[in-house]
Each structure stands twice: as structure tokens, then as C-alpha cells.
Nanobody, 118 residues
């Protein structure tokens, strides 16, 4: 199994935007949802968003209306567009993909850092 890889993190000011990508062979074709999580220093993973095999998207209340998740099957990539960023969005963002008959095997990317400053 290939580990997913995230990219696109960086530092922005409040109100700015970033686009995170997650890619891996089979990411969008293995009939499992793809999820984004984030973790701040000293805290556990917080679920951010997910996209189903049919393309339905779901968001945490804290990011709803500001983040948009999409996928490109041709590129096996899932993209998290983050707009109107706030300091509390500062975290390491990680993509989780699943595999297996019942999507029971989870694979996490190494994460990408997002820092939002005043």
C-alpha cells in the first residue's frame, strides 16, 4: 500500500487562502471515503472534512462555508480549498485514505503544516 502524500501547506495571513492536495495511487478509485484531519500542538486529530466515493462532501462546523473539498479521479487527487483562514486553523493537516473490502485499512499521510497569522 502506498502512503498518501499531502502538499500545499504554508503560511498566510488572516483571511488568506491555501489549497491542500492529497494524492496516492487508487485514492479516488478504491470505493472508500477520503478524509482530512488536522492536529494542533498537544491536541488530538480533529476531523475537518470528507468526500465520499460518490462525491458527497461533509465538513466540520468550524470550517463549513470556508473550506471546499473536491476530487480529481484522473489525477487520483483530493483537494481541500481553504478560504478566509483564521488563526485557529493553524495546524498540521493530514489526509487519510482507506482500502480493503470494507475500507478497514487506513493509511495516513505525513501531513502538511498550515500557519495563519494576524
Amino acid at each position: 500500500q502506498v502512503q498518501p502524500v499531502e502538499s500545499g501547506g504554508g503560511s498566510v495571513q488572516v483571511g488568506g487562502s491555501l489549497r491542500l492536495s492529497c494524492t496516492a495511487p487508487g485514492l479516488t478509485s478504491n470505493n472508500c471515503d477520503v478524509n482530512w484531519y488536522r492536529r494542533t500542538a498537544g491536541k488530538q486529530h480533529e476531523w475537518v472534512s470528507s468526500i465520499s466515493t460518490r462525491g458527497s462532501t461533509f465538513y466540520a462546523d468550524s470550517v463549513k462555508g470556508r473550506f471546499t473539498l473536491s476530487k480529481d479521479k484522473a489525477k487520483d487527487t483530493v483537494t481541500l480549498q481553504m478560504n478566509n483562514l483564521r488563526p485557529e486553523d493553524t495546524a498540521t493537516y493530514t489526509c487519510k485514505m482507506a482500502n480493503g473490502v470494507r475500507c478497514e485499512d487506513n493509511y495516513w499521510g505525513p501531513g502538511t503544516q498550515v500557519t495563519v497569522s494576524l
